[in-house]
């Protein structure tokens, strides 16, 4: 069975930053394309980052750009999302996601495996 598991998340105060982990199991990683989404209160499931197997591809929603990161980790089974400057916008659950194709995506459905979801509360 597949399995993704998030860590990471917390309360943190406007302006502060957070690095999201997402572990993978040894063959769930063997999943080229891999991305992160996020949920707030009352809001549809949004789109943030994605990246390919070997790293070198990546794309960030406008709502992102500039201000998070995300990289992966291989030997380590291991994605992260680094999150700077954060906003009370920001409080979301956040998602680690995986789907099985070498091309990375954007869409909600196009992602197969998703994990359970790590909280962030950003105060302002």
């Known amino acids: 069975q597949v399995q993704l598991v998030e860590s990471g998340g917390g309360l943190v105060q406007a302006g502060g930053s957070l690095r999201l982990s997402c572990a993978a199991s040894k063959r769930t990683f063997s999943t080229p394309a891999m991305a992160w989404f996020r949920q707030g209160p009352g809001k549809e499931r949004e789109f943030l980052a994605a990246i390919s197997w070997s790293g070198s591809t990546t794309s960030y929603a406008d709502s992102v750009k500039g201000r998070f990161t995300i990289s992966r980790d291989n030997a380590k089974n291991t994605m992260y999302l680094q999150m700077n400057s954060l906003k009370s916008e920001d409080t979301a659950v956040y998602y680690c996601?995986?789907?099985?194709?070498?091309?990375?995506?954007?869409?909600?459905?196009?992602?197969?495996?998703w994990g359970q979801g790590t909280q962030v509360t950003v105060s302002s």
């Open positions: 996601v995986a789907r099985w194709s070498n091309a990375i995506a954007t869409l909600a459905t196009d992602y197969t495996s």
